[in-house]
């Protein structure tokens, strides 16, 4: 006797290309009922043809069949947002479509407002009126109270926590178990050490511990 759950399989995994070989993007993935159909590395100088089963499709700089493969969205891996912004620039360049990547356990409020190329992990919390810019990375336990937004490619390490209406500039690390008491405002490119506590708004390109 076989029993299916319409509830839980109404629709077809969505299929996406990857880009770097990220082993918790990949379950992240799994998690999300998404298909990777295969992998683009920055480069290849082992000469592998897969990694954990996916097939590796090519490099940056050399993607056989790049035309037939732009018909899939991409995910964008890597957690440095120069990395991020670099990519999309270069596969944006050439007619590549991208998409969010969203584990099933985060909470999101339904008036946050998000944008495309997404990367968010298991036990987010995005509470009313957040935004999110386009890639934005969201790493495990991430805590957004109300009004909070992030500037795009800005990477969230697990367990940070910002507190209502904070707001934090574009390509933005956000260390691990940081926290961000509310109204602060950090300008584009600033670097927060894990363990920060941000007690007041910083201009852009600042390294706050």
Same mark, same amino acid.
């Given at each position: &006797?076989?029993?299916?759950?319409?509830?839980?399989?109404?629709?077809?995994?969505?299929?996406?290309?990857?880009?770097?070989?990220?082993?918790?993007?990949?379950?992240?993935?799994?998690?999300?009922?998404?298909?990777?159909?295969?992998?683009?590395? %920055?480069?290849?100088?082992?000469?592998?043809?897969?990694?954990?089963?996916?097939?590796?499709?090519?490099?940056?700089?050399?993607?056989?069949?790049? $035309?037939?493969?732009?018909?899939?969205? &991409? #995910?964008?891996?890597?957690?440095?947002?120069?990395?991020?912004?670099?990519?999309?620039?270069?596969?944006?360049?050439?007619?590549?479509?991208?998409? @969010?990547?969203?584990?099933?356990?985060?909470?999101?409020?339904?008036?946050?407002?998000?944008?495309?190329?997404?990367?968010?992990?298991?036990?987010?919390?995005?509470?009313?009126? #957040?935004?999110?810019? $386009?890639?934005?990375?969201?790493?495990?336990?991430?805590?957004?109270?109300?009004?909070?937004?992030?500037?795009?490619?800005?990477? #969230?390490?697990?367990?940070? &926590?910002? &507190?209502? @209406?904070?707001?934090?500039?574009?390509?933005?690390?956000?260390?691990?178990?940081?926290? *961000?008491?509310?109204?602060? %405002?950090?300008? $584009?490119?600033?670097?927060?050490?894990?363990?920060?506590?941000?007690?007041?708004? *910083?201009?852009?390109?600042?390294?706050?511990?």
């Amino acid at each position: &006797l076989c029993i299916f759950d319409t509830e839980k399989h109404t629709e077809p995994m969505k299929e996406i290309i990857l880009i770097g070989s990220f082993l918790e993007t990949i379950e992240l993935a799994e998690a999300s009922r998404t298909k990777i159909i295969g992998i683009i590395e %920055k480069e290849n100088v082992e000469k592998k043809t897969h990694f954990e089963g996916i097939p590796i499709l090519g490099t940056d700089e050399d993607l056989p069949d790049g $035309d037939r493969l732009k018909k899939i969205p &991409l #995910v964008l891996a890597p957690d440095p947002p120069a990395a991020r912004q670099k990519l999309f620039e270069k596969y944006s360049q050439m007619g590549f479509q991208f998409s @969010n990547l969203i584990h099933p356990g985060a909470y999101i409020s339904p008036s946050a407002r998000l944008g495309t190329g997404l990367v968010i992990s298991d036990r987010v919390y995005i509470s009313s009126r #957040v935004t999110l810019e $386009d890639f934005v990375k969201i790493n495990v336990g991430a805590t957004f109270m109300h009004d909070v937004s992030v500037g795009a490619y800005t990477t #969230v390490a697990p367990d940070a &926590l910002l &507190l209502g @209406n904070v707001s934090i500039g574009k390509s933005c690390y956000v260390g691990a178990n940081s926290t *961000f008491l509310p109204q602060v %405002k950090i300008g $584009d490119g600033c670097l927060i050490g894990a363990c920060a506590n941000v007690t007041k708004s *910083f201009p852009e390109r600042c390294t706050l511990a």
